[in-house]
């Protein structure tokens, strides 16, 4: 039964809770690299905008409007290289993630790390592509409208969105399936028991959004109520907070995903 599978699923992650800070601690390396790949983009940027400096008047107003006419200057001079290089180090940031997480996350398995690898990247590949194609078909008109006019076609175009999230959701949902038994080696299991599968991914992918909507509902409700400035430094390290439980959480359902999965592996495809 599905429910017993779950209770030996958390049963076994429970031996493992090693591998949901491992999964912390690869996804901080991530957030660390990046942020410092940004900020020493800042900084090379910062120093060629000081070579566009401005006089001091004694006036504050004309000060504000001397130093935002130099940032339009600096823009219109850079914008090419800063959006590239905001481009390069996303980019950049992408792949690191994508290798960080199949080496640690390879680990739980004991997988492969080639298969975790590839098996993101089509997923992320997949996923994109769907999700241009359908914003394509779905919002064609706000291309050849301009800007000023596009609240008027959001009443037209609701229901499209709807769908897109409901098709987007749902592709999201297969690929999870598909992954998660290629990661396991448990490719079997897809025609041998695909409605447990499908049904135990669901469950655990239900819990954890739900969870996720949750939170994000507090911390939304929380900042929309700001007082202050102490009040807004109060959030941010809520809403820190809250992004490391989350983090701690999706790691220790998938955690539980595997394990599940290696259960039925070894009770339904090697006997």
């Known amino acids: 039964m599905l429910d017993e599978l779950l209770r030996e ?17 690869w996804k901080a390396i991530w ?15 910062g120093s060629s905008a000081q070579s566009i400096a401005g006089l001091d008047t004694g006036n ?7 130093a935002f006419a130099l940032l339009r200057q600096f823009w219109s001079i850079y914008r090419a290289q800063v959006l590239g290089g905001v481009a ?9 993630w994508f290798v960080l997480e199949a080496a640690f996350r390879a680990r739980v398995v004991s997988g492969s790390f080639s298969t975790f690898l ?28 301009p800007f000023a006019e596009w609240d008027q076609l959001w009443p037209d175009t609701r229901g499209a969105a709807v769908i897109l999230v409901v098709m987007l959701a749902a592709l999201g949902f297969l690929l999870t399936i598909i992954e998660t038994v290629v990661r396991g080696d448990a490719v079997d299991l897809l025609g041998r028991d695909l409605f447990r599968v499908a049904g135990l991914i669901g469950i655990l992918l239900l819990f954890e959004a739900t969870i996720s909507g949750l939170c994000a509902v507090i911390v939304g409700v929380g900042f929309l109520n700001i007082a202050g400035w102490r009040d807004a430094l109060l959030m941010l390290g809520i809403g820190a907070v809250v992004i490391v439980f989350m983090t ?19 009770n339904v495809v090697e006997f």
């Open 9 to 25: 699923g958390f049963r076994l992650a429970h031996r493992q809770l090693r591998f949901v800070f491992l999964d912390l601690v």
């Open 88 to 96: 390069t180090v996303l980019f950049a940031s992408l792949i690191i």
């Open 60 to 66: 504050r107003s004309v000060n504000t409007a001397v």
């Open 248 to 266: 701690l959480v999706h790691g220790y359902l998938l955690l539980v995903r595997f394990s599940a999965i290696g259960i039925m592996r070894r």
């Open 31 to 45: 957030l660390a690299l990046t942020a410092a790949a940004l900020i020493l983009l800042a900084a090379w940027f």
């Open 118 to 145: 590839i098996s993101n990247f089509l997923k992320t590949l997949c996923l994109m592509n769907a999700a241009l194609a359908l914003a394509a078909i779905a919002f064609a008109r706000y291309f050849v409208t």
